[in-house]
T-cell receptor, first 117, second 114 residues
Framework: AQKITQTQPGMFVQEKEAVTLDCTYDTSDQSYGLFWYKQPSSGEMIFLIYQGSYDEQNATEGRYSLNFQKARKSANLVISASQLGDSAMYFCAMRENTISTGNQFYFGTGTSLTVIP | DSGVTQTPKHLITATGQRVTLRCSPRSGDLSVYWYQQSLDQGLQFLIHYYNGEERAKGNILERFSAQQFPDLHSELNLSSLELGDSALYFC?????????????FGSGTRLTVV
C-alpha cells in the first residue's frame, strides 16, 4: 500500500484565490510527522510546513496551512491568496521513526499547481 | 539556502559510463540521504548514511553505490549507466524544521544519460 497518496496530478487556481492540495497517508505508528515541500521548475525542494501526529492544532506558516484530520489520515495543504510564484509541484511527505531505519521519509507523487493570472 | 551542497548541478553522459555525484551536508549534520527523482517513479529513497555508516537502503540498484567520508561528505556512484537512470538526484540532511526533524535538500544533480 502507498504510504502517501496525492490524488490530484494537476490543479489550477485563479490568482488571489485559495487552493487545497490533498494528501492522505498510511501508517500504524502513533508518532509521525507530515511535511509539505514545494518544487518549482528550477528543481530545488523547498520545505513549506510541518505537522506532528500529536499536534492538536493545524499548522500554519504564512499563507500555508495544513488541514490535519488524524482520524481520516489526511493532511491537506491549503494555500491562501495564491500568487503566480506558487506555480510548482507540491509534495506531501511523511516521516516515520523506526529504530532500524531512523527517520525514514515517504513522498507522494506530487501535485502540479498552476496559478492563473 | 539549505546549506546542503551538491555538485555537479548538471551531468550529461553516455550509456555504459560511470559517474560520481557529490553531496556535502550542512556543517555539523551527520546524516545524508540520497533520493532519485524520475518522471515516472517520483521521489525514490536510495540510501541513508549517518556518520559514515550505512543506516538504511531503499530502492538502490546494484549498479549504484554510495559512501560517506570522515569529513561527512557523501558520494553516490552510478555505473553501467542506462537511459532510465536519467533523473534528478537529491541529497538531504535531517534537520530541525519548525521544532521537529525533517529534510532539507540540496539543489540536486540533473543526470542525463544519452
Amino acid at each position: 500500500a502507498q504510504k502517501i497518496t496525492q490524488t490530484q496530478p494537476g490543479m489550477f487556481v485563479q490568482e488571489k484565490e485559495a487552493v487545497t492540495l490533498d494528501c492522505t497517508y498510511d501508517t500504524s505508528d502513533q508518532s509521525y510527522g507530515l511535511f509539505w515541500y514545494k518544487q518549482p521548475s528550477s528543481g530545488e525542494m523547498i520545505f513549506l510546513i510541518y505537522q506532528g501526529s500529536y499536534d492538536e492544532q493545524n499548522a500554519t506558516e504564512g499563507r500555508y496551512s495544513l488541514n490535519f484530520q488524524k482520524a481520516r489520515k489526511s493532511a491537506n495543504l491549503v494555500i491562501s491568496a495564491s500568487q503566480l510564484g506558487d506555480s510548482a509541484m507540491y509534495f506531501c511527505a511523511m516521516r516515520e521513526n523506526t529504530i532500524s531505519t531512523g527517520n525514514q521519509f515517504y513522498f507522494g507523487t506530487g501535485t502540479s499547481l498552476t496559478v492563473i493570472p | 539556502d539549505s546549506g546542503v551542497t551538491q555538485t555537479p548541478k548538471h551531468l550529461i553522459t553516455a550509456t555504459g559510463q560511470r559517474v560520481t555525484l557529490r553531496c556535502s551536508p550542512r556543517s555539523g549534520d551527520l546524516s545524508v540521504y540520497w533520493y532519485q527523482q524520475s518522471l515516472d517513479q517520483g521521489l525514490q529513497f536510495l540510501i541513508h548514511y549517518y556518520n559514515g555508516e550505512e543506516r538504511a537502503k531503499g530502492n538502490i540498484l546494484e549498479r549504484f553505490s554510495a559512501q560517506q567520508f570522515p569529513d561527512l561528505h557523501s558520494e553516490l556512484n552510478l555505473s553501467s549507466l542506462e537511459l532510465g537512470d536519467s533523473a534528478l538526484y537529491f541529497c538531504a540532511s535531517s534537520v530541525v524544521l519548525q521544532g521537529n526533524y525533517g529534510y532539507t535538500f540540496g539543489s540536486g544533480t540533473r543526470l542525463t544519460v544519452v
